[in-house]
Structures are given as structure tokens and as C-alpha cells.
């Protein structure tokens, strides 16, 4: 970590319990809202995505996704669960005639295919729990990449540590 980047001010965790260290097991976790740019890891133009929680026994993580208007995070499924509630703005799915609105809780079945994108907002950002990786699909529904806890554990260190925080931040998300 380098030396004028201060944790605190971004996320707060105990001592662990001795009888969960004792276990292997890392202590609680508590994210704060950053109001910080560096923070956010771009995933594709105008779409970008923020740590919260990766479970590397079960292949899960929490984040933030905020995307600002004509960004679209391609096509993709999931073999896992996914649940999502939007926080602010609005987004749809190409596939979908409903819109996410600011309040709303969306949750996709594995093997839903889908395409997210805000066209009349600003920007909108979402909690999501995502229980697996992210396939990423061509229009005949083949998988042409696959987007797990560690590639997105990867684009989160080679981010931080170009924008000055150190690459083992991301250390702090993984459980
Ligand atoms: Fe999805």
C-alpha cells in the first residue's frame, strides 16, 4: 500500500475474532460510499464496476456497477444467481421491455441472457450480488469470454495500482 493512501477513510474492518482467525477466516467488512473516482474500475467505455466482496470459496462477489449514459456492458449470461438493486438512475436490458429504476430490485435466473445499458439518464449505479462469473456471449449465444472473481480481482489490482493506491487494495475485498 503505498505510504499517503489511508484505508480508514474507505472501508473499516476489525481484529479478527480469535476464534474465527484461528479458523483461517477474515474479519467483517464495512464499505463506505468513496466519493472517490479512484475507486471506480472501468470494465468497457462509460461502464465500470466497484469492489465490495469476493467470496473465493464459492466463486461470489458483491458490487457496484455504474454506468453513464450510451455505455452498454455486453452480452452476457450467468450460470448463477444474480440480484441487483438500483441505487440511482435508471437502466434496461435490450432484451427486456421494463425499466431498473432507482428503488427497484431486479433479480436474473442463471442462464438469462442479457445486454445492460442506460440510454436517458446520466449515470446509474447498482448493488449487485452476482453468484458466479459473467459469460460473456456472441449473438448465437456462444460463450466468448468468461469473467471470474479472479479476472475481475486482476482488472481491480492493475487499476489501483496505476491510479496511485497499490494493487493490494483489492486484498481488502477477498474473503
Ligand atoms: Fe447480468
Redesign the pocket.
Known sequence: MTANFDVSAFLGSDTPDPALAVLGMRPELAVYDPNDERMWVELEPNVWFRPLFFDMTNGSHCEMLRVRRGGVLSR?K?PNV?HGLVLKGRWRYLEHSWIAEQGAYVY?PPGEV?T?TVDDDDEMISFFYIGGP?LYVDEQDNVVSVEDNFQLIDFARKHYEKVGIGADFVDNFIR
Do not use: K
Request: proline content about 0%; hydrophobic content about 30%; glycine content about 0%.
Open positions: 452476457h450467468h444474480v436474473e442479457h445492460l459473467t
